[in-house]
């Protein structure tokens, strides 16, 4: 996700919450100045850049969630390490990887 989506090719992202919940969360937001589309772009932002923070609220969730079985999750984790390990042995960077994906998009913009 681009940090300046200024390109005209933003997408809308919808989700379902009760009335409750909703005005909570706005309510727990604003205590912390931000707007909902600030926070749902600070938390892509983290996800897409694998911020330590994130990674680990997501595994917690995961962990607490009833949809998420732990042993899915043992196979979700030894997977990621070994596609790790994979890409240190080839010596493919972060770096390397992004090259690629915007290497992709620039051939493939329909994509």
């Known amino acids: 996700m681009s940090k300046n989506n200024n390109d005209g090719e933003a997408k809308r992202v919808h989700f379902y919450a009760n009335k409750d919940s909703h005005i909570r969360f706005r309510a727990s937001l604003e205590k912390h100045n931000m707007t909902m589309s600030e926070f749902f772009r600070a938390c892509c932002d983290a996800v897409i850049d694998d911020e330590e923070s994130m990674l680990n609220f ?6 607490k969630s009833k ?3 732990k042993r899915n999750l043992k196979i979700l984790k ?5 596609s790790d390990d994979i890409l240190s042995d080839l010596g493919i960077g972060e770096d390397d990887t992004e090259s690629l994906f915007d290497f992709i ?4 913009p329909e994509i």
Do not use: C, N, P, R
């Open 58 to 63: 997501l595994e917690s969730y995961k962990l």
């Open 67 to 69: 949809k998420h079985s």
């Open 78 to 82: 030894k997977d990621a390490e070994k």
């Open 105 to 108: 998009a620039d051939q493939h």
